[in-house]
């Protein structure tokens, strides 16, 4: 496929070894490496930390390893005379440049697809969570409103015994107001017969007992 397919494969397969945090810093310091038109630079890097915002701890390893013998990619370039700094580095030959800048491209399209397929999952899982909070939610909803009725329920029954209660007990006592107030009519002792009306109006005030109390009275005036 002519050189420059061999120069593409070996690049690729070159920087396929390395780690993709590796391949990130790579890419990043390609970027300054070689200009969009294929131009070389060579950059200290210090530089190359200052353009890239890695730390230079960061990125020594990577031009390191993009140096090395086997790899071939970059190269470092001594300083010009009477310049005291560290060494510089460019690629290592122009054929490079359009491999570079091919792999740097294709990295980068991977890399937004990356970037689109983290932001589509983390969608998803906000998307889950969402649905999740909402069927929480809406059970949470279904059990107030069940228990509201179950208390509603529970109070008006309560309050239907008591007036069943209040309603037998008013009954009783009407029943037995009529039995004393019977009794008092027929009691031969008017003292007895005015405690039993008395007694009996007590109970309830039915006409019955109203009566005997009355009865009674005019009976010792």
């Given amino acids: 496929g002519g050189a420059e397919t061999i120069v593409r494969t070996h690049l690729d397969e070159a920087l396929e070894s390395f780690p993709e945090e590796e391949q990130d810093v790579a890419a990043d310091l390609f970027k300054y490496l ?45 300083p010009p005379p009477g310049v005291q700094t560290g060494p510089r580095y460019e690629i290592y030959h122009d054929v490079l440049a359009g491999a570079i800048l091919d792999w740097r491209s294709r990295h980068s399209q991977a890399e937004l697809r990356r970037q689109k397929e983290e932001a589509e999952k983390e969608a998803r899982a906000a998307q889950e969570r969402e649905d999740k909070e909402r069927r929480r939610a809406r059970l949470l909803r279904a059990w107030l409103i069940g228990s509201l009725v179950l208390l509603g329920t529970t109070v008006v029954g309560f309050v239907f015994a008591l007036q069943q209660r209040s309603t037998a007990i008013e009954q009783t006592e009407r029943a037995q107001s009529v039995l004393i107030a019977d009794r008092a009519a027929a009691e031969p002792s008017q003292e007895v017969a005015v405690l039993m009306g008395v007694e009996a109006y007590r109970l309830a005030e039915t006409l019955e007992a109203r009566s005997a109390v009355l009865t009674t009275l005019q009976a010792n005036t």
């Avoid at 200052?50 to 390191?64: D, F, G, N």
């Fill in 34 to 78: 070689v200009t969009p038109s294929g131009t070389k630079i060579a950059l200290r890097p210090a530089d190359l930390a200052s353009y890239t915002e890695h730390p230079e701890e960061r990125i020594q390893p990577v031009l390191r390893k993009l140096a090395e013998r086997s790899i071939g990619i970059l190269r470092p370039v001594a």
